[in-house]
Structures are given as structure tokens and as C-alpha cells.
């Protein structure tokens, strides 16, 4: 029987990658172990080892493909003494392995009972309405870039402006980023300015808090926000209060982001959305952008503020492609929402990755004759809540969409904020979709249960609609 | 002549030439029962010394005498019998210029560095012109002008914050050094070794004084430490450290110079565990029933760092009881200013509530 062999997944998000390099060609025989191609993904170069063993019968996909999505046969192998070229020519069963990879794709989550919902394929560049923003003057040209390269770009850009810019992280230097976000910043700045740590999160953190009280404008990398728990206490303690404690004397013009929430499979300790956490805290500003061009305006925009900012940030968009205005300087306020597509019937606010649930369901909803205002936060503190007031003035609706748990979510905010300054023009409840009230599970089916959804949403949209 | 009380750490440590004694217990020793005397003072540095020590010390017996009266709330940790820790330091840097930093206990460190009295109690107070506008209190207050970084209130914190603070000094490739002061409790904190670790990584140039008072508020050191000669918890990251007579400040003058010039040269972070002791309890609400009166007259009497200075000073006829009580009443008069100052300066202003958060 001969053997398919499938585009491997080398990460918790990979969905394609690059088939760079053959090792082997056709007719060759392999054993188990043997080094038979090269993918390139967003975060690495890998290779790929034989499991198998036999005669490669045919290599299906030639080297130097783009795109190739996990999953897909990229090559066949004869098992010893079946005919190569039979084999080449019968199409082999696939291996049920999908539901493995299923999960990764989280943002086109939908439950058994949901409408049919077409979700794009999540590495598709999406459609953005950036012509809201007052900041990119009219007829700018775009060009497609992934978040990945745009927050990049955007430490890049500071620390030419900057000399007292620095990063300091675990693997931001020699590894050029556990999620290659400070790609070739080392052998731009230097060690001096691109500073590997030892993992040390509460230390480091401290001491990078220590550098931005005496002047300097760190940006801190966490891995993840999940480790950052351990330098939580640096962050808020000393890094958020120590303006107000000095009376206006010392504060710390500090930047610290990395990915948050959850990226897909990787269980409880490493899937939690901490949005809601800092965004508790005076003190402290807090940006979780989804679109690239907001990652790049927002980022110059903490790194220049001269207070601490979380910038939140999520794995699964880095590989994600937006368009960018093409601008020397593209720095965007802090504090202002975005209206991501405007409409009349319902006002949906989200944020982060939050907004790719709300994009598939205002598609389907359209379609079902409601028009959906949806609101991208952007920046979570300084909330800009008088944008979403004002279109719910409009609407007289609203429902909020977020991946984080829902008691003192971002979403219960919104809710009591609304209550207090727009009741009057509410005809309906507010709404949450939220991640359900349970740490993360591993197995693909109940991850999928536990994150929000496109049917979560449209349900919700139905419910303060009353249809 | 002097000798280093012990000295730890792969490298020679800078003292050349000079015989490292046996590495004693955390015990505070008497300079008498030294193997040898530091250096003597100069009768200008003695006077210098007697002065800033009693300026902390009187500060400190009004603000408790005012915690009494009600005038001050909250927590207020007082440093009377550490004296000669944050003083003789003081004398072996550039005040302005190289950063200080400290934990809760820091109303000395505070006046060392030069702050004014007025402006520290009446953030004691909880006054307009506190040196935190009333914002801070008795554990956060901060100088740029003295180069004074806090007054932290979380044990520990301010480890990893002064070793960013030296951090800022080598990325801008000066030659300044950071006093990073914790105490006995602190040291056993996670993040101090985190930053112990990144610091002789990266050559930081910090002292590290570990304040052995002997007591984590009520923990004695033996009950809350395995290793309690704390020169050596730097041993590890290969980071040199002394035991130093923290009643002494001769002996704190000496150790503070070799570590500075240690720092200074670039050879990365160096420890200095001043053995002292506190005279209060570890907050104005703390009965210290954890150890004995006799203990505490003990050190009073015979080790106490501003009478060590007196005596020198009357001994050697460089100052006379007349000249003594003159410079108690100028301090005095410091302090009863401040403490006026600090009860009738208003309250702050409401709108201060909003200010301050963000910039």
C-alpha cells in the first residue's frame, strides 16, 4: 500500500508553509529517520524526516511551493516491493488526521447547531476599512503586510529614531524571536540594544521597569503574557504606580507586549487572555490590536508614550495579512476605536482576535438582512467608549466579543458603561460572547467548545435583534 | 590598617594585599573585637559622620513621636540604629550621580542623599509639599535631583529595579554606580537572584548592601535563612561580597569605597552585608516581643553607631561637649522646622486625586 506523506504541522499554529527544499528525489529509497525536505514556515526553517520507509514513488509537490497547507500529500512512497510506479499512479487513501489541525484554525470556530458560516481561510488577507482613521491621509498607497512584519517594522523604525529604545527578552537576539517578531533586530542594533535574557520573567522585568525610571525606553518581549504572571507584580506595583506615587516626579516609559490569550492546543497554562486584567489597572495603557496597520501605528505609539503599555497580542494573527498605509511615520493614537464597517441595526464591539469571530458573523448576518456597526477597540485602556456610545445611539443595540472568561470581562465593561450613559437609547439587553467560564482544555473538540464563536455571535446579534 | 571582615567570591577581591580574616557569623561585631580597626576618619569626615547620623536619628524620634500623636498614618518603618549603613555608603559616592534605591525603611536613606527634611515629613504627613505631593507617604518618595529611586514597598522589588537602574548606566556607557539596599527578609526573594544572575551577566555595576538587622519583622534570620552569612548568597553567580560592622561607619566607608571602585572599573556587581541592627520594632505597630529588651540595650550601649562617632570625636579633642551640643541643637532645630512645616502645610489639594496617573 503506498504511503502518502503529508504537509507536516511544525508549530501550535502553523496552517502552510514553504516547501523549500527536496533532499530526495524520486526513486530513492528512504529509511526511517532520513532528512527528505526543507519547510520554511513563518517562524522557521525545519526539516522534515522520513517515518516510512520505501522508495519515493512521487514527489507532488515541487520545490519551492508557497502555501502549502498542512495536511496536504506532498509526496508518495512505495513500500518495499510494491511497484513505484503503480504506486505513483494509484491515488493513495489519505490519512485522517484532520481533526488534529482542525483547532488551529480556531478563528473559523462554529458549532454543530450553527448556520452555515463561510469562513475564509484565516490566513487570507482581510478586507479592512482603515479610511476611518483619521490619521492616513487621503489617497495613501497600502501595501500588504502580516502583523508579524508590522510589529517588527514598527520596533525597527523606533529604535533608528531612538537611541534609548531597546528590546530585552528571552530568545529576541541570537534566536531572533521565539515567534520571530525581532527578526533581524540583532544584526541591526547589536547586543548592546537587542538583549537576550535568561528566563526570568519577574527579574527581568523589574530591571527593565529600573532602566525606564532612569530615562530609558524599554521594550519588553514576554513570550507570552502567560509568563508575565510572574512579573506582574514589577509591572503594576512598580512600573503603573510609580508616577502617581512620586507625585508627577518618575514614571516609566515602557513598552510590554508578546502574544496573549490563547494560540491553539497548547492547554490551560498557556491560553489565558489577560485583557481584562491590566486593563484594571491606573496606570498602565493597554492596546490589543488586530489589523497589521494597527499593530504597526499603535506600537511606535506606545514605544514613544511615556507611560508603561501592555500591548496585547495574539500568535494566531501574526501570520495574519493586512494592508498597511505607506508612510515614513505611521503612528496612530492610543486611546481612539476604529469603526471596522459601519451599519444600522446592531453595534458589535470587539477587539485582538476577537474581531475575526465578528467579521465571519457580520457576512452571514447581512445576508439575513442585519446590518452589523462593528466597533475594533484597539486600545482597551484609555477605552474609547464614547465611539461605542455613539453608535449605539444609533443602533440601539450591542453585543461584545472577546476571547477572555467572562466576570469582569472587557464585555461586562462595556455592558455597565452603556447602562450608565446610553440607557436611553438601549432597546435590547448587552450582550457578551466571551470565552466560556473554564481553563483551557486540550482536546480539539472542547478547545473549540471553550472559545467563542461565529454561531456564539450570531446568536447573540439574533437575541438583541429579536429575530 | 584595616582588614575586610571576610570576603567571598571566585575573584580576588579588590582589597590586594590585605588578609581576608575567617568568614565570621552574622553576628553584629563590635569594631573593638575586629581583627582590626578600619581606617580612622578624618575629625572633618567624624563630624560629617556625627552629624548626617544624627540628623537621621532625631528625624526619626520626631516622626515616631508624631506617629504617637496621631499626625502620621499608616505604616512608618523607622531606621534609628542603621544609621551608619546609609551614611557611611553615602560618603563613598557621588550624590547626584550615582542612584540609590531602597525598600520601606528609607527615611535615612532619604536624608542621606541630601532631601529635605521639611519635604520628607510632611509626605510623612501627608502634605501638599511632600516630596509626593502627599501621594507617596513614608514608603515612596523619590529625588531625581539626589538621584533617589524609592521608597518601594514591595520586599524586594527594588532589587530588580536598581539593577535596571545600573542597567541604564551601562547602556549609556558612564561610570556610575546604584546602591541597592534590601534587608535580611528581602534576601530570600526570588527576584533577588534573578538579578544577581543578570547582573554579573551583564557586568552591571550595583552594589547590592544587604541590611542585616537581624530580624524579617519578627523572623529572626537563623529561623528564616539556611545560609545567614548573606556576603555569600552572591557566591553562586560568582559576585564578591564582604560582611561588614554595620555599626561601624568607618568600617561601612571603607567596604562602600573597594565596592564602588570595584563597580566603577566595570568588574560587575559586588555584595556588602552590613551587619546592624534596628533599635524599634519593624513598624510603629510592632511590640517586638520576638526578642529580648536586654538585647536591644545591649547593642545600644555598647555598639551604637552615632556614640562610637561621639567618642571618638570627644577623645580625640576634635570636638568638645560644648561643640556636640551645639550641632544636636542645629539638627534639632532641622527637625522641629520639619515637623512644624509638616503639620501646618495643608492637605493636598483635591484635584490632586486625578493627577499623576498617566502622563
Known sequence: MPIDILMPALSPTMEEGTLSKWLKKEGDTVKSGDVIAEIETDKATMEVEAIDEGTIAKLLIPEGTENVKVNTPIAIIAADGEDATAAAAAPAPAKDVSGVHEAAKNGSGESGSAPAVAAAAPAAPVSVVVASDPAIPAGTEFVSMTVREALRDAMAEEMRRDGDVFIIGEEVAEYQGAYKITQGLLQEFSAERVIDTPITEHGFAGLATGAALAGLKPIVEFMTFNFAMQAIDQIINSAAKTLYMSGGQLGASIVFRGPNGAAARVGAQHSQDYTSWYSHIPGLKVVAPFTAADAKGLLKAAIRDPNPVIFLENEILYGHSFDVPKLDDFVLPIGKARIHKTGKDVTIVSFGIGMTYAIKAIDELAAQGIDVELIDLRTIRPMDIETVIESVKKTGRCVTVEEGWPQNSIGSDIASQLMEKAFDYLDAPVLKVTGKDVPMPYAANLEKLALPSVADVIAAVKAVTYR | ??????????????????????????????????????????????????????????????????????????????????????????????????????????????????????????????????????KGGSMHMFSIEKQFFGGHGIVGAQVSLGTGLAF???????????????????????????????????????????????????????????????????????????????????????????????????????????????????????PAKYRSKDEVQKMRTEHDPIEQVRVRLLDKGWASEEDLKKIDADIREIVNQSADFAQNDPEPDASELWTDIVK
Not at chain 2, 575586610?4 to 573593638?32: D, F, H, L, Q, Y
Not at chain 2, 580612622?40 to 526619626?60: K, Q, V
Not at chain 2, 526570588?190 to 548592601?209: H, R, T
Not at chain 2, 561607619?249 to 534596628?278: F, S
Request: proline share 3%; hydrophobic share 35%; charged share 25%.
Open chain 2, 1 to 134: 590598617m584595616a582588614v575586610a571582615k571576610s570576603k567571598v567570591g571566585s575573584k580576588s577581591a579588590p582589597a590586594a594585599g590585605r588578609k581576608p580574616a575567617a568568614i565570621k557569623s552574622a553576628k553584629p561585631t563590635a569594631s573593638a573585637k575586629a581583627p582590626a580597626a578600619p581606617l580612622e576618619f578624618s575629625r572633618e569626615e567624624d563630624l560629617a559622620a556625627y552629624r548626617e547620623m544624627l540628623l537621621i536619628r532625631r528625624f526619626e524620634e520626631k516622626a515616631g513621636q508624631m506617629y504617637g500623636m496621631g499626625l502620621i498614618h499608616g505604616f512608618c518603618h523607622l531606621y534609628i540604629g542603621q544609621e551608619a549603613v546609609v551614611v557611611g555608603m553615602q560618603m563613598a559616592i557621588r550624590t547626584g550621580e550615582d542612584q540609590v534605591i531602597t525598600g520601606y525603611r528609607d527615611h535615612g536613606h532619604m536624608l542621606a542623599t541630601g532631601m529635605d527634611a521639611k519635604g520628607v515629613m510632611a509626605e510623612l504627613t501627608g502634605r501638599r509639599h511632600g516630596y509626593s505631593h502627599g
Open chain 2, 168 to 286: 541604564a548606566n551601562r547602556y549609556r556607557k558612564n561610570d556610575n554606580v546604584t546602591l541597592t539596599y534590601f534587608g535580611d527578609g528581602a534576601a530570600n526573594q526570588g527576584q533577588v537572584y534573578e538579578s544577581f544572575n543578570m547582573a554579573e551577566l551583564w557586568k552591571l555595576p550595583v552594589i547590592y548592601i544587604i541590611e542585616n538587622n537581624r530580624y524579617a519583622m519578627g523572623t529572626s534570620v537563623s529561623r528564616s535563612s539556611a545560609q545567614t552569612d548573606f556576603s555569600k548568597r552572591g557566591l553562586s553567580f560568582n559576585i564578591p561580597g564582604e560582611q561588614v560592622d554595620g555599626m561601624d561607619i568607618r568600617a561601612v566607608k571603607e567596604a562602600g569605597e573597594r565596592a564602588v571602585a570595584w563597580c566603577r572599573a566595570g568588574n560587575g556587581p559586588y555584595i556588602l552585608e552590613m551587619q546592624t541592627y534596628r533599635y524599634r520594632g519593624h513598624s510603629m505597630s510592632d
